[in-house]
Nanobody, 116 residues
Framework: QVQLAESGGGLVQAGGSLRLSCAAS????????MGWYRRAPGKQRELVAS???????NYGDEVKGRVTISRDNAKDTVYLEMNNLKPEDTAVYSC??????????WGQGTQVTVSA
């Protein structure tokens, strides 16, 4: 059973930065891809960033150029550095991990609030 432990959310002023972490634990298959989605009130869930097993990375259009995803393979942990945050980045950020059998686990989500 995979467990994803998220940390790093909180309240920040516009223009500020946050770093989110998501650590996987438990007994599980190797990862296929891992990353973050977010959902703002009244909006659909959208991809923030993900990293694939080959090391390639994907970024959502709304955050491209402002966020960086990285992964520590030894710790099975992904990090999301977010810079120049905007009020429209306010959302619940949820970590996911898809294994090589294409099964997806989700974290509980962490709130990010950006004040104007």
């Amino acid at each position: 059973q995979v467990q994803l432990a998220e940390s790093g959310g909180g309240l920040v002023q516009a223009g500020g930065s946050l770093r989110l972490s998501c650590a996987a634990s438990g007994i599980y298959y190797s990862f296929n891809d891992m990353g973050w989605y977010r959902r703002a009130p009244g909006k659909q869930r959208e991809l923030v960033a993900s990293v694939n097993k080959d090391g390639s990375k994907n970024y959502g259009d709304e955050v491209k150029g402002r966020v960086t995803i990285s992964r520590d393979n030894a710790k099975d942990t992904v990090y999301l550095e977010m810079n120049n945050l905007k009020p429209e980045d306010t959302a619940v950020y949820s970590c996911y991990r898809r294994n090589i059998r294409m099964y997806v686990n989700w974290g509980q989500g962490t709130q990010v609030t950006v004040s104007a």
